[in-house]
């Protein structure tokens, strides 16, 4: 079938940064954050019956879109298939500020045409902050909302899907942060912070940003980065051990309750999640603390399982894990 109506942006990859904090009237400048030496491009098409397939780098996604939801149902690549058994909620429009949303999802695919997997996790979805982008100095993009997307999973590869084994699950983590405007089906500013682990122990964190922009707006905005400039870092790498900690903290556990103690070098914005070892989230916090000592957080877990779980602890974009028994 045709397609009702096609798209396509430029996507370039810039300097990961620390989101920030949400709120309303926020403005955001990344007048110096454009810099580039990497793109792709990146191609929507939509059809008479709701479908969108998204294609970048080789890889296709499939959604169906209804007048208020954008739910992912399958994707492939070269060397995987996926069929989300229990469709993945990726978007819920409008996106007003403070709105947010969690469903569960099940995926089962095929890897290299022989390997099955199955994913099972859930999404979080909170529209976190609203206001303005500066992309240069004489251009402001207004009625941005940001959109904080947690997806926490469990994969289980090269094993029989119908006879899983936990104990040979990885785990992922993965933080999103969209930059939207009004009406527009993809963001502007996207950035991601991805953790793995095994048997709930850290594998590794990689992180990267991207600036997607309409390939008549490129060449205004994105300048090409010099190759050997000293401040580029390719972000797809883990970066975690080369940051320096601004955050020192000791965990207990009194029953059902996670007790953070800690103290912050600088200003920060800190996400905490306590996830299960099949990748459900089951706690979730964020906030924001300024520099000092002494500081203490609280979650309450009563209510959960007795077992082991992933204390996931996000500040300024840099990621601790602990795995917590409850």
């Not at 792709?40 to 780098?57: I, L, N, Y």
């Not at 229990?86 to 569960?104: A, C, M, N, Q, V």
């Not at 996670?258 to 964020?286: F, P, Q, W």
């Not at 924001?288 to 992933?310: P, R, S, V």
Request: hydrophobic content about 30%; proline content about 3%; glycine content about 8%.
């Amino acid at each position: 079938m045709a397609p009702l109506s096609t798209d396509s942006l430029q996507k370039s990859k810039i300097h990961y940064f620390s989101p920030g904090k949400g709120g309303k009237h926020k403005v955001w400048d990344f007048s110096r954050k454009l810099g580039s030496k990497e793109s792709s491009q990146v191609m929507f098409m939509k059809d008479s019956t709701g479908v969108v397939s998204v294609s970048e780098s080789g890889k296709n996604r499939y959604y169906h879109a209804t007048s208020d939801t954008l739910i992912q149902f399958a994707s492939e690549s070269p060397l995987e298939r996926r069929e989300y058994i229990r469709k993945k909620l990726t978007k819920k429009f409008p996106l007003e500020y403070g709105d947010s949303i969690s469903k569960g999802f099940r995926c089962e695919g095929m890897y290299c045409g022989n390997h099955p997997f199955r994913e099972v996790g859930t999404t979080t979805v909170h529209v976190d902050a609203a206001g303005s982008i500066v992309l240069a100095e004489n251009d402001t993009v207004r009625n941005v909302r940001r959109v904080h997307t947690i997806d926490s999973y469990s994969i289980g590869m090269n094993i029989n899907v119908a006879a899983l084994d936990t104990a040979k699950l990885t785990q992922v983590i993965d933080e999103r942060y969209e930059w939207f405007v009004s009406k527009s089906q993809y963001p502007i500013i996207e950035d991601v912070t991805s953790t793995t682990y095994l048997n709930m122990d850290v594998i590794g964190t990689t992180k990267y940003a991207y600036c997607n922009l309409p390939k008549d707006k490129v060449a205004l905005y994105i300048r090409p980065e010099d190759e050997n400039a000293s401040d580029w870092q390719d972000n797809s790498f883990d970066e975690t051990q080369a940051e320096p900690d601004i955050i020192h903290y000791s965990i207990e556990t009194n029953g059902g309750v996670i007790n953070i103690k800690y103290d912050l070098d600088v200003d920060a914005t800190i996400c905490t999640i306590v996830a299960s070892h099949m990748g459900i989230t089951y706690r979730h916090g964020e906030w924001t603390q300024k520099a000092g000592e002494g500081y203490t957080a609280e979650i309450n877990c009563n209510g959960l399982h007795h077992g082991t779980y992933i204390l996931y602890i996000n500040v300024n974009g840099k990621v601790y894990s602990k795995k917590v028994i409850l």
